[in-house]
Every structure is written in C-alpha cells, then in structure tokens.
C-alpha cells in the first residue's frame, strides 16, 4: 500500500481484507497488519478506539494476544481462580486455570509481588473474598499453592482461632526491643528509629504533616558528607499513591513492604534491611565460632 497518500478509515478497513485474504487469516494480529499495510498505530488510531473495534469493522477477528488486558480484569479472573481452587495456588496451576496467559501478570513483576498487587486490589474494590488469610499468609511466606484452606492443619499452617476482638499483633520479629513486625504505620516509625542510623540516616524532625519526616543520610564515607531529604512513613509503600501524596515533595518512602514495583520514588523497606541486619549479625557470631 502506497503510504504518502491519505489513510481514510476506509482504506484502513481495505487493506486489513486484502492483507487477510492473501494471507488467507480469519484472526488478525496488529503486528502482522503493521507489516504488511505500511500504516502505522497512530494512523489506524486516529479512527478507532482498539484493535477490536478495527478487525470488528472488518469483519475479522483480533488477535487478543496483542491487547492489554485491564488490571482489573486480570484480577477479577485471579479472585475466580482462587475461590474455584479453594486456596492461593501455584503460578503454574493458575496458568492452566485462568483464561488468561500467566505471562500478562508478569506486568506486576513475581508472583509474590502479583499477589500483593492482588491484595491491593481487593481493598480498593471492596470485593467479597473468603481466602483473606490464606492471601496474607502466602505474600509474607511467599508459598503460594502451599497454604491451603483446610479444617485440619498441615505442617507449613499453624492453628489459628477466631478472633475475639483484643490487640492484635504482626508476625514475631524479635529484633532488639520490637517483638512483634509492624501492623501499621506508627510500627514503621519506631522500627525507623531504632535503625536509622545504622542505615546511615540521622533524624532532624518528625511530624504529622507530609512529609512525615526530615532528615540527613550520609553520601560519602571517606568525606562524611550529609544531604538532607524528605521521608514519609507508609506501612506499604502504595498506600503512598493511595493517599494522594505528591512524589515532588518527598525524597524516600520508608515502609515495613514494598509492594508498589512502578513507584517513582526511592524506596527503603524495613522488611528487606532488618533480613540484611540479622544476617549480618549471625555471619558475626559465626565468624567469631569459627
């Protein structure tokens, strides 16, 4: 096809016939149509909305794999998947499960990380889910199929019991003077300041407005310099974007688990650096067997 002249919505619809019968294809990918036709996306945009409303105009039919499925679509199917499995399953159960490809939730990154995009989701949606606890249960441990919903325990589930009500607590942490891992975001703040200076920040100021927080962190060693920057406390680090909070006002987001994997800030999850901490303080002890 001659691409100086002017594409019409008309000769846009032409041309994906003739590319179909001489390729002899009822299912059209967008990809093959570039190709051949010489038009571009932009072109075949400037009068349609998707692809599936070009191939519709056609007469043909798109090939899905070229179309980005809506993040809550992805989910809605998850939240299907899980309640027809009766537990938080494996990646590669879900892919022969789910009408949709594992491959397109690899957007939000492993699937650790999708379940707690998963997580999220179901906050915001405020959608009916029995399998709550087994969904936190497999983001902390990362197991996935291995949390099961059952009325006997198996050895990777403990015995839990109903709820009456009373104070409740994280995970058990027992690091230093914190017993118990942060359950919200004052926890995170009184981790911070236990650590702080060992992850090479010094505290100016802490306050109820945004940001939370000022302080220096050293940027040279040999030289001791110091910048000052901007922190805000967040238990996750997407209830930062939750909250409406604007990125130009702030330097770091320090929270108990990163689960915001596009986040446009740094990110120091306390998680993550309390793991390095403890492991640096075995490799000690074992140094000093040895």
């Known amino acids: 096809m001659n691409t100086t002249s002017v594409v019409t919505r008309e000769a846009i619809i032409q041309a994906i016939q003739q590319i179909a019968r001489t390729e002899r ?9 570039r190709s051949k036709s010489g038009i571009s996306d932009r072109q075949v ?58 491959d397109a939730y690899r957007r939000f990154g492993k699937w650790r990380d999708v379940l ?63 017993q118990h891992a942060p359950i919200n975001e004052q926890g995170v703040v009184f981790l911070f300041g236990m650590i702080c200076f060992e992850l090479g920040f010094m505290v100016e100021a802490v306050r109820t407005g945004y940001p939370d927080c ?14 000052r920057v901007k922190i805000e406390f967040e238990y996750r680090s997407r209830e930062f974007k939750v909250h409406g909070h604007d990125p130009k006002e702030c330097d770091v987001i320090v929270c108990w688990e990163h689960n915001w994997p596009e986040c446009p800030l740094e990110v120091v999850e306390l998680k993550l650096e309390i793991s390095k901490l403890n492991d640096k303080a075995n490799s000690k002890v074992m140094s000093k067997v040895g």
């Not at 499925?69 to 022969?96: P, S």
């Not at 197991?143 to 325990?153: A, C, D, F, M, T």
């Not at 000022?214 to 910048?227: I, L, P, Q």
């Open 116 to 178: 707690l995009k998963f997580q999220d989701w179901l906050e915001q949606a405020k959608a009916e889910f029995p399998l709550v606890e087994q969904l936190r249960l497999a983001t902390q441990t990362g197991v996935g199929g291995k949390v099961r919903l059952s009325s006997e325990p198996s050895q990777d589930q403990h015995v839990h019991w109903r709820s009456v009500g009373g104070t409740t607590y994280g995970s058990f942490l027992n690091f230093r003077g914190l």
């Open 25 to 33: 294809v009822e299912i059209l990918s967008k990809s093959l149509f």
């Open 45 to 102: 945009f400037r009068f349609f909305d998707s692809w599936q409303e070009v191939c519709k105009a056609a007469g043909l039919k798109p090939n899905l794999q070229n179309i980005r499925i809506e993040d809550g679509a992805l989910f809605e199917e998850m939240r299907r998947v899980f309640l027809v499995c009766g537990n938080i399953c494996t990646r590669r159960k879900f892919h022969k499960l789910s009408q949709y490809s594992v």
């Open 214 to 227: 000022e302080a220096k962190r050293r940027v040279h060693n040999s030289r001791d310099e110091w910048e």
